[in-house]
């Protein structure tokens, strides 16, 4: 489910970031996954570690920040997270119709019209 969509559905709630998982790319590149814990007095807490890795980090292990939380799927995300993922897909969907059209010029052969030229060597 999108993000925004995710927001939308479940029940806003208090997060508590548990830990933060790293992982490194075979470039070294750092990605960062959060677990997060429902803030409530029910034990055990309910527990979510997303599929979803970042960089930069996005929270800090102890961090209380607001998310939502779905019961049935046991989904948990944090707005800001939620957010970032919105405005990201946001941003390729305006300039996905640019590339697709600059494809098309260049497959019927209309180059000197293209705004941004691609040159292979």
């Given at each position: 489910?999108?993000?925004?969509?995710?927001?939308?559905v479940?029940?806003?709630?208090?997060?508590?970031?548990?830990?933060?998982?790293?992982?490194?790319?075979?470039?070294?590149?750092?990605?960062?996954?959060?677990?997060?814990?429902?803030?409530?007095?029910?034990?055990?807490?309910?527990?979510?570690?997303?599929?979803?890795?970042?960089?930069?980090?996005?929270?800090?292990?102890?961090?209380?920040?607001?998310?939502?939380?779905?019961?049935?799927?046991?989904?948990?995300?944090?707005?800001?997270?939620?957010?970032?993922?919105f405005?990201?897909?946001?941003?390729?969907?305006?300039?996905?119709?640019l590339?697709?059209?600059?494809?098309?010029?260049?497959?019927?052969?209309?180059?000197?019209?293209?705004?941004?030229?691609?040159?292979?060597?």
């Amino acid at each position: 489910m999108p993000a925004k969509n995710f927001l939308d559905v479940a029940e806003p709630v208090k997060l508590i970031v548990l830990q933060v998982d790293e992982k490194r790319d075979s470039e070294g590149k750092r990605s960062y996954r959060p677990v997060f814990g429902l803030v409530t007095d029910i034990r055990p807490r309910p527990e979510y570690a997303g599929p979803i890795w970042v960089s930069p980090k996005p929270h800090q292990a102890g961090d209380i920040v607001q998310g939502g939380y779905n019961p049935t799927t046991g989904e948990m995300q944090s707005t800001r997270m939620a957010n970032r993922t919105f405005w990201m897909g946001r941003i390729a969907q305006a300039f996905g119709p640019l590339v697709l059209a600059q494809g098309i010029l260049m497959f019927f052969g209309f180059p000197e019209f293209i705004p941004v030229r691609v040159r292979v060597r």
